[in-house]
């Protein structure tokens, strides 16, 4: 069940609720999605609005995240009622078989001004990977979903790894201003989980629910692996791809350190979420300390550190063993990625890197 939502307006003089009404209609609500698709979600690119399906249907919105993944959006104005299931699934039966090729003519088809290739690097700062919509999900957009909708969802994702969700929107107005919140119906975390652990995609490894690998960030060729180990952090920067990553890593997550070009070096815990460097506090002799004022060997991880699109992102990690760099881990086809933090779902990296660091007394 959603969180519920309410609004107030507060003023040195009164405190007043704004009351919640309903959009005027689909239409307006996919107009404002259209223009900032972030409002669902940051890691989504429009691909194309309502696009016809080779069986005569309309989908509202199709979308693309940084790693390829294809996302079906349906549009409900209110309540949703059972039937958008089975429409969503029938949509997602078209998608599934899109091609390369196919999802470049709708993205042209949608899109006047630039090609999908300059887009996505523009949202992304990446070239698209070269194998598109290897996974899809659905998001059901509602201002509230009735009971019969959300069991069957629940349903299908919690038995069948169906990835489909539901994101609510309340509309409100006051004084000419135009107000939206937005809540989730799952963490779209937790339904990554469920589907990788679906017994119906049994031919991927799955995520157990707790690993990711840090990349460890290199300035200039050079490698901040000293000052993380000494102040408990790992960090990305340099522009919204590279630290939007860090932001799936939560409290209790175990991460494997790894330094790109060279190996994997250390495994810890993660303590705090990822915060602007700025905003970053350690502790030294029990005292709490600016990140920004302590003396780093590694100083040009300061820089950029008044803008928030490029500065460095902090995560606070509780190390439980480190090694040196020179002293990294490296074997063939153990799992690498170009993202700042991925989820680990390699047996082979993980029964490798247990043995390698050595837990025998440890309950990590």
């Known amino acids: 069940m959603p969180i519920k939502v309410a609004i107030w307006e507060v003023s040195k003089e009164t405190i007043n609720k704004i009351d919640y009404t309903s959009i005027e209609s689909e239409t307006k609500l996919e107009k404002i999605l259209t223009k900032d698709l972030s409002i669902i979600s940051d890691d989504l690119l429009l691909i194309g609005n309502q696009i ?33 299931v089975a429409q ?20 042209k088809a949608n899109n006047e001004e630039k090609s999908f290739e300059t887009s996505f690097f523009e949202k992304y700062e990446i ?17 509230e979903l009735d009971p019969e909708t959300e069991r069957i969802i629940n349903y299908l994702s919690d038995n069948y790894g169906v990835p489909i969700n539901a994101v609510f929107f309340k509309y409100f107005k ?12 799952f963490d779209p975390n937790e339904v990554t989980e469920k589907v990788s652990n679906s017994k119906m995609l049994n031919k991927k490894e799955s995520w157990n629910g707790r690993d990711f690998v840090g990349n460890i960030d290199v300035i200039d060729n050079n490698s901040t692996w000293d000052d993380c180990q000494k102040y ?8 919204k791809w590279y630290s939007n990553s860090l932001k799936q890593l939560f ?11 060279k190996g994997y070096s250390g495994v810890g815990i993660v303590q705090e979420r990822a915060v602007p460097i700025k905003e970053f506090i350690i502790e030294q002799d029990g005292k709490k300390i600016p990140f920004m004022d302590v003396s780093l060997r590694t100083e040009l991880i300061k820089k950029d ?7 460095e992102y902090m995560v606070k990690i ?25 989820r680990l779902k390699s047996e082979f990296t993980l029964d490798k890197l247990v043995k390698f660091l050595d837990w025998k007394n440890s309950n990590v």
């Open 52 to 84: 016809r399906t080779a069986h005569g249907k309309i989908i509202d919105l199709l979308a693309i995240n940084s790693e390829g993944r294809i996302s079906i959006i349906e549009l409900k104005k209110n309540k949703t009622p059972k039937e958008v």
């Open 88 to 107: 969503s699934l029938d949509y997602a039966s078209w998608v599934q078989n899109l091609s390369f090729k196919d999802i470049i003519e709708i993205f």
């Open 127 to 143: 070239n698209p990977p070269e194998e598109l919509n290897k996974e899809h999900d659905i998001i059901i957009v509602s201002s």
């Open 174 to 185: 006051q004084d000419g201003k135009e107000f939206l919140t937005r809540s989730w119906l």
């Open 232 to 239: 408990g952090f790992i960090s990305a920067g340099g522009g």
């Open 251 to 261: 409290l209790g997550a175990r991460i494997f350190a790894m330094i790109p070009s």
């Open 305 to 311: 550190a008044d803008d928030l699109e490029k500065c």
């Open 318 to 342: 509780d190390w439980i063993k480190t090694v040196p760099e020179n002293k990294a881990y490296w074997e063939k086809g153990m799992r690498a990625n170009q993202n700042s933090a991925f």
